[in-house]
C-alpha cells in the first residue's frame, strides 16, 4: 500500500528566511502525483503546489518549490522568503494517475517567527 | 478558481440523533465526491468516494450504516452521521473533483465541526 511520511511533525523560521520540508512516499506505480497542501488555522485545505511524477523538471510556483527526487521517493517543499502568512499545518500527498485517491502524511505545522 | 461549499459550518447535537451534512460544488459539476474526517492535530483520513449516481465507496474501518453517503447530483453530496455519539465528535471535510481520473485538483471544502454531546 502507498504510504506518505513527513517526519517533522513541527518546524519553525524566521520571517524572511528559507525552510525545507521533508517527504518521502512509498509506492511500486510508475503513474501518479504529488501535492503540497497548506491548511491554515481556518481548516481550509489550499493546494500550494503539484508535482506529476513524470515530469523531472521540479514544479515552483512563486516562492514554493519541490525537491522531486523519483529514484528516493522523496518529495520536499521549500518555502522562499518565508511570511506570517505562511504559518499552517501542511501535508504532503500523494494520488495514483488511475485513481481518484488522495493519500495524505501525517503533516508539519510550520511556525513563521517575527 | 473552483468553489466547494459545506454546510453546516458547526453543529452540535444531541447523543443518539442524526446529523446531515451538505457538501456542494458551485460552479462546476463534480463526478467525484470525497468524504474526510480530521481529528485535531492529525491528518485527514477518507472515509469515502462518492460517485453521482451511485453508492459510495467506503474505506476500511468506516461503518456504512453509521456513516450514510448520497450522492444524488453532480453538484451535491450529503453524508448523514447516524445515530451520533461523542466520538463521533470531528472535524469534516469534503473534495471535489471535477473528472474522473487523471491528476485532477480536488477542491476542498471549508468543513464541518460536529460535535456530539
Known amino acids: 500500500a502507498q504510504t506518505v511520511t513527513q517526519s517533522q511533525p513541527e518546524m519553525s523560521v524566521q520571517e524572511a528566511e528559507t525552510v525545507t520540508l521533508s517527504c518521502t512516499y512509498d509506492t511500486s506505480e510508475s503513474d501518479y502525483y504529488l501535492f503540497w497542501y497548506k491548511q491554515p488555522p481556518s481548516r481550509q485545505m489550499i493546494l500550494v503546489i503539484r508535482?506529476?511524477?513524470?515530469?523531472?523538471q521540479n514544479a515552483t510556483e512563486n516562492r514554493f518549490s519541490v525537491n522531486f527526487q523519483k529514484a528516493a521517493k522523496s518529495f520536499s517543499l521549500k518555502i522562499s522568503d518565508s511570511q506570517l502568512g505562511d504559518a499552517a499545518m501542511y501535508f504532503c500527498a500523494y494520488k495514483e494517475g488511475r485513481d481518484d485517491k488522495i493519500i495524505f502524511g501525517k503533516g508539519t505545522r510550520l511556525h513563521i517567527l517575527p | 478558481g473552483a468553489v466547494v461549499s459545506q454546510h453546516p459550518s458547526w453543529v452540535i447535537c444531541k447523543s443518539g440523533t442524526s446529523v446531515k451534512i451538505e457538501c456542494r460544488s458551485l460552479?462546476?459539476?463534480?463526478?467525484?465526491m470525497f468524504w474526510y474526517r480530521q481529528f485535531p492535530k492529525q491528518s485527514l483520513m477518507l472515509m469515502a468516494t462518492?460517485?453521482?449516481?451511485?453508492?459510495?465507496?467506503?474505506e476500511q474501518g468506516v461503518e456504512k450504516d453509521k456513516f450514510l453517503i448520497n450522492h444524488a447530483s453532480l453538484t451535491l453530496s450529503t453524508l448523514t452521521v447516524t445515530s451520533a455519539h461523542p466520538e463521533d465528535s470531528s472535524f469534516y471535510i469534503c473534495s471535489a473533483s471535477p473528472l474522473a481520473g487523471g491528476w485532477d485538483e480536488q477542491f476542498f471544502g471549508p468543513g464541518t465541526r460536529l460535535t456530539v454531546l
Open positions: 508535482q506529476e511524477a513524470y515530469k523531472q
Open positions: 460552479d462546476f459539476q463534480a463526478t467525484t
Open positions: 462518492s460517485n453521482e449516481g451511485s453508492k459510495a465507496t467506503y
